[in-house]
T-cell receptor, first 117, second 117 residues
Framework: AQSVAQPEDQVNVAEGNPLTVKCTYS??????LFWYVQYPNRGLQFLLK??????LVKGSYGFEAEFNKSQTSFHLKKPSALVSDSALYFCAVRAQANTGTASKLTFGTGTRLQVTL | DSGVTQTPKHLITATGQRVTLRCSPRSGDLSVYWYQQSLDQGLQFLIQYYNGEERAKGNILERFSAQQFPDLHSELNLSSLELGDSALYFCASSVDRAPTYPTDTQYFGPGTRLTVL
């Protein structure tokens, strides 16, 4: 079975400082990894994904994520946080097409990012 | 705006009732996914339809059913509602054409908040 762990319920960071939101995964075969952000009373917005290739993936709003196969991690990062980045962030994994579970995204429990002035 | 629309935004109903949630996917997307977001269960995959056919089932209760119509919009039917069915229900859509499936991004709608009293 595939799973995602987001070990931190909340991450607090000051505006202008770098931020990291952690994610580790477990899946059969090669993973397809995604980050989504959810603002209050809104749907999930896609930020970025890792399929293959370069381990550093760049996405929307200045976010990037680093894929580390040996540590089975896909941490979300941003060099300089903004107050407007405050939201709920979800990491998700999807399996390869031939594993029988390729359809669904399996989400982590989410990490609330709080950026303060 | 993801291009995925969901109606209604809010739904308040009583236990034992039946409701229908509607989703229109992005233009050109063949797959529709339904997810449930609740405080205790997090984000859970319910079911996927691809070009009118059911492709995958997740943690969907027997009281719940879905379908995808020829114009590709989808409906999620929830019956014999219980208090525990109160949640945010998301629809997502994705292109999902070979050979890029399952690496295609799922784009989420704004959700329908269901409250069962």
């Amino acid at each position: 079975a595939q799973s995602v762990a987001q070990p931190e319920d909340q991450v607090n960071v000051a505006e202008g400082n770098p931020l990291t939101v952690k994610c580790t995964y477990s899946v059969s075969g090669n993973p397809y990894l995604f980050w989504y952000v959810q603002y209050p009373n809104r749907g999930l917005q896609f930020l970025l994904k890792y399929i293959t290739g370069d381990n550093l993936v760049k996405g929307s709003y200045g976010f990037e994520a680093e894929f580390n196969k040996s540590q089975t991690s896909f941490h979300l990062k941003k060099p300089s946080a903004l107050v407007s980045d405050s939201a709920l962030y979800f990491c998700a994994v999807r399996a390869q097409a031939n594993t029988g579970t390729a359809s669904k995204l399996t989400f982590g429990t989410g990490t609330r990012l709080q950026v303060t002035l | 705006d993801s291009g995925v629309t969901q109606t209604p935004k809010h739904l308040i109903t009583a236990t034992g009732q039946r409701v229908t949630l509607r989703c229109s996917p992005r233009s050109g997307d063949l797959s529709v996914y339904w997810y449930q977001q609740s405080l205790d269960q997090g984000l859970q995959f319910l079911i996927q339809y691809y070009n009118g056919e059911e492709r995958a089932k997740g943690n969907i209760l027997e009281r719940f059913s879905a379908q995808q119509f020829p114009d590709l919009h989808s409906e999620l039917n929830l019956s014999s509602l219980e208090l525990g069915d109160s949640a945010l229900y998301f629809c997502a859509s994705s292109v999902d054409r070979a050979p890029t499936y399952p690496t295609d991004t799922q784009y989420f709608g704004p959700g329908t908040r269901l409250t069962v009293l």
